[in-house]
């Protein structure tokens, strides 16, 4: 074992936890759930496999994952998603990190999934993110939808051999009912924030991410899954702007807080 806390959130996601506690089961011997209630076996899985679990009210995705930072057992921290699988050359490359500078993070490439299929073009293809990191320096925003790590200015970032799994939807309809309910949360996070819509997010952004994911990035070479990606990101794109823009005329203004972090996406 290496001197890594593991820290899941979930809520149902016994279809995939296992698969997920198999695998960070060679790396730590503290995992942390952070659990939204869960109805399935989801927590029963956790608890067979001795998982530390901990369950909590709702705060969003950045709030929780910082509640499992808070109550994990060691400062290194790698956060893992219920349907994400670390492949066996990451857990080598893990063993052989010397972990001695809270400075570094270090960012991990992901292989999507669309179903069974693996997604090797378009956006999907080339998803990577920074996920292990030291909680001294580092720790999540709090909005309530795509959190992102604030990363102060002398962190440096490197990268890891080996890969997640990351087995995102199981079909077109999961995948397009997350684009509409991501779209509407990251409306509202952009309207905190102060940001505005205009004519080019509005129309012309929907379309230039679809023809950078389904031409420009490859994702026709993917088939009717590479279609399908593209047109959700299409739609995601387009609700998005256009609730920015509904609640920019609905909603009284507040101010925005700014921070000295820097961001990573």
């Known amino acids: 074992m290496v001197p890594v806390s593991v820290v899941i959130i979930t809520k149902n996601e016994a279809e995939h936890i296992a698969g997920c506690i198999d695998m960070v ?37 950045g709030a929780n994952k910082n ?19 670390p492949d066996m050359e990451f857990i080598y490359s893990l063993h052989n990190l010397p972990l001695n500078n809270p400075n570094v993070v270090y960012d991990i490439k992901f292989k999507s999934y669309f179903g069974k299929k693996r997604i090797r073009f378009g956006s999907w293809g080339r998803d990577h993110h ?6 001294t320096l580092v720790r999540w925003s709090e909005p309530k939808v795509h959190e992102t790590l604030l990363l102060p200015k002398q962190i440096k970032k490197k990268k890891i051999k080996g890969c997640f799994h990351h087995y995102s939807v199981k079909n077109f309809y999961e995948c ?7 779209a509407e949360l990251s409306a509202e996070k952009y309207f905190q924030s102060g940001k505005k819509s205009n004519f080019i997010n509005l129309y012309l952004s929907p379309i ?35 609730h920015l823009n509904y609640l920019e005329h609905t909603t009284p203004k507040k101010s925005v807080i700014k921070s000295n972090y820097a961001v990573e996406c």
């Open 67 to 85: 509640k499992g930072i808070e109550l994990a057992r060691y400062d290194w921290i790698l956060s893992v998603d219920a349907d994400e699988v």
């Open 130 to 135: 920074i996920r292990l990191f030291n909680r």
């Open 176 to 182: 397009n009912s997350k684009a509409v309910y991501y």
């Open 208 to 242: 230039f991410v679809f023809v950078k994911s389904y031409l420009l990035l490859l994702g026709f070479l993917d088939g009717k899954e590479g279609w399908d990606i593209s047109k959700v990101l299409f739609k995601n794109r387009w609700i998005k702007y256009h």
């Open 25 to 61: 089961k060679l790396i730590s011997n503290d995992i942390v759930v952070i659990d939204n209630g869960s109805t399935d076996a989801t927590l029963a899985i956790a608890a067979i496999n001795e998982c530390r679990i901990f369950k909590n009210n709702w705060d969003g995705y």
